[in-house]
Structure formats: C-alpha cells, structure tokens
DNA sequence: CGTTTAATTGAAAGCAGTCAAACTATGTGG
DNA sequence: CCACATAGTTTGACTGCTTTCAATTAAACG
C-alpha cells in the first residue's frame, strides 16, 4: 500500500467522483498545507472529548472510528481506506464524540482544520464535494446500523467483507480476486457487533460454504454473486451514481 | 403538540443553538417557500430509490428514517421530533437511501430542495448551521451503531428514552416528568434491533425497577439520574455544547 | 527460539427470538 | 349502548443464535 506522489492526490480523487472539480479546485485542494505522517497501528488520530485540530487524510493504510460503552465494550463506527477523509465530521463540531485510531501502519496528511473551512468556505464547489462525502459517510452509518440491528452473524459479515471490496474497488484499490483486509478477528467483531469467536466460526462458515477463500488477513472472493446474495449486500447506500446536481 | 406560528420557526431555533444566526438569516429562513401538510401516521415522506424533492421540516408530531433488509424486517435508522429538518442528507443526494414516514399525525411544511439549496448557497451562516445540523445527525447515528451493537437490551431502551428525553426537552417539547412517547412496541423493537415481545419484556422490567412510569404510551421518568445510568447515557453525543440536567 | 498475539475449537450458559394465545384498548356500525 | 373488528400489549413455553469460559494451536515478533 505505497502513497502517491502527493497524499492528498487520493483525496482529490475521491472528492471530484461525485462533484466535478474545476482545476482551480484540485490545485486548491492539492496546495492545502498538509504535514506527512507515518502512524503505527492503533495510534490515535483523536479523542472522544478532544477538540479536533487536524483534518486527517488518509494516504496509505486503514483506519477506523470506534466508541466505547461505559462497561468498556467496543463498537467501531466507521472503517477507512486510503483517500479518506478521517474527520470532516469534525471540521464543524468543536468536541470530537468518537474517537479516530489507525487499524494498520498507515500515512496520514494532516490538514489544520482552519485551513480546510477556509477552503470550504471559499469554494464552492468543494464545499459541496466535501457535503456529499459527509453525506454519503452518513448514509454508510445507517446501512450499518441495519446490519448490525436486523441481520444475523453471516449476513452481517458478508455484507461487510461485500462493502470493503466495493468501497476498494472504487478507489482503485482491489487486487482483482479479493483484497487484503488487516484486521484481526475481534475487531471484525467490533465493528459487527459480534464477539471475536463468533466472527471466527462465521469465518468458517463462509469459508465452508465456498463464499470466500482466506489466507491469512487475504480475503478471496471466487464468485462475487453468492457472496453479494448471502450478504444482503446492494451497493446504492454508497451512492456511487455518477450524477452530482 | 400544537404547531407554532410559523412551522419554520421551530427549525430557526434549532439551527441557531449551534450556529448564532443574524436577523436577516432568521429572515431569510422564515421566508423560504413552504407548502404546509398536515400527514397521517405512517405516511410516506421518502422512499429509497426516490430523488428526494423537498425538504421537509417537522412543525408538529414525530417522524422516522428507516430501512428494510432483503428479508423485510426494518430498522429504524434515527427518530425526529418537532422543528427538525427531515432529509437535509438528500439535500446534496440525488437518490433516497432510507425511507422517511411520518410516525404520528404530523405537520410538515416542505420546502423545495432547490430553494433551500440556494439559501444555503447564499448564506454562509445558514450553510454552517445546516452542517452542524448534519454531523450532529451523523454522531447520533453513531451513537445508535453502539446501542445496538455493544448494549443489551435494558441498556439499549433504557438509553433511548434518555435520548428522546434529551432531545425534547432541548427543543423545549418536554412535560417535566416525562413525555409522551408516540411509538409501538413494535417500532420501539424496529429502532433499537429488537423484537416487540422483548421490548414489552424489557420496559416491563424497567417498570418493575421504578426507573419508569409508563401510562399509556406516556413514559414517565421519576428520577433521571438511576435511568441514565442503566441506559449508560451520556449526552455528549447530542453536541448541545453545554450539559444539561 | 522463547514470548506474545491472534486464531481455533469445544462445551455450557444465556439473552433474545419465535410461536401462540389471551387480553386490552379503541373504533365502528347497528 | 352493545356486538364485533382491529391494532396493540401481555404472557408463557420453547428454541436457538451468540456469548462465555477455557484450552489448544498457529502465527508474528524481537
């Protein structure tokens, strides 16, 4: 997972692929004075009741937001590849609600928050790529909670495995036959609401079922239909439309 | 629930809590075209797929978001009370993601998308606030990925009559002891990822522990504190800046 | 290599779901 | 005002998906 030339080129990608970028705009968003850092993994980018300072972009690696119960059991929120913004949700809240780690070593561009509302506040068509990317994360938080709600441990993690390929492939990311997914068993259960032993037998039960083939974190999917059915998995919630507006 | 003057009035006082507003944005608000209907329950807002047209804006009674599995059952994505804005998210959207339905009798003045977008183009203010208005949506939405995920069930419904406690009460809908809670069983079950029969099960428990008092449909809160901490409930999510009580 | 972390596996327990029936409100028409 | 219909609430008995607890195996790491 090598970084581009420039760690926000992603970003600039990402934006423009659901509102059309003027030059003006990339050349913008690609002078934002960022600071490169290379994380370990778990490091935290934030923390619930700390007051954001950076806008975190992501050029390599993944990461996640996660929340915590008062017993202390983990719930992540939201998973994050390479091109992401990490805390656009932030870029306007003034006390961060959640907390932002990376899952594995990962490049970060920090961006001062000021420097990217300036930015929004004065191009327009950014911050209008920038609303729909805050939307769309919104709309990935709802389908969550639909699995996670109503959806039993195989379907459940099908459907995650399905989002992670698609959301892959999208940025270009996938390696074709499946992808490599760093993530251990038990923060699998974490982000499914699930306990790690029990991801592990789904796991298995997928695997059995010929729906994906594992090797070490290395997903395999050798047919992407019967996995995409037996995940419930339909991929409009990521709003992936090419129209704009 | 009795609508106010003017059904948008409500919505100003929402969006100024985060955002302070000048006279003439407030102006600018209240003047929006803004067809007014008077819904019955369980009426149809939005439907996934739809481009959405309008804006709507809750002037009296509740209203949901909601999504169906393959399988058909449903969940409950977030709930809305009086002087929110309804789909703010398909604002920048073109494809409704979820449904939107009326849970109650509710009042509504639709606001055309485009009307509202062109406010939000001009007033950067307004277009702040509408922000804010979103990531706090999206940092509820978080929150329900948690309870559902992570908490057992008392915890869970215990937690969200916190929230809705919360909530009426910052928009200035709450009875003192308690509230009028508009839904069945049964969505109570579609909102938090349980069954009807566990819902009764658990609110019959709850009652049993004197941490409610339920009459009807009204949900009756003797003493705050032992509620909100079986409902591990924490406000800050709600990002209402300072604490309430 | 020894140590630590992650993945597996088995057995038992439990929370929540399912199925079914009874009961209670509310509403309608006669 | 009552008979009947409908929607929602309660309850009970039973099932089962997931969790828990524990122990073993495999992989990653210094």
Chains 1, 2 share one sequence.
Not at 131 to 154: F, H, K, P
């Amino acid at each position: 997972m090598a970084a581009l030339p420039s760690p926000l080129a992603l970003l600039v990608r990402k934006l423009s692929r659901h509102v059309p970028l003027e030059p003006e705009d990339r050349a913008a968003l690609l002078a934002l004075p960022a600071t490169l850092r290379t994380l370990d993994p778990s490091t935290y980018l934030l923390r619930e009741g700390d007051p954001p300072q950076y806008c975190a972009v992501l050029a390599s690696g993944f990461a996640y937001r996660q929340k915590l119960t008062g017993e202390g059991a983990r719930q992540i929120v939201s998973l994050h590849i390479p091109g992401e913004a990490l805390d656009l949700q932030s870029l306007y809240l003034d006390v961060a609600d959640h907390n932002i780690q990376t899952l594995t070593r990962a490049e970060v561009a920090l961006v001062p928050r000021a420097a990217m509302r300036d930015l929004v506040q004065t191009r327009p068509a950014i911050a209008h790529a920038v609303m729909v990317e805050i939307l769309v994360e919104g709309s990935i938080s709802r389908e969550w909670t639909l699995n996670i709600g109503r959806r039993d441990a195989q379907t459940r993690l099908a459907h995650l495995l399905c989002e992670v390929a698609v959301r892959l492939d999208a940025q270009g990311l996938s390696g074709g036959e499946g992808y490599e997914l760093p993530m251990t068993q038990e923060q699998l259960g974490d982000a499914l609401g699930l306990t790690a032993v029990h991801v592990n037998r789904t796991l298995k039960a997928l695997e059995a079922q010929g729906l994906i083939v594992r090797n070490r974190r290395h997903v395999g999917i050798p047919q992407w239909t019967p996995l995409r059915d037996v995940g419930d998995f339909t991929s409009r919630y990521l709003h992936f439309g090419r129209q704009p507006s």
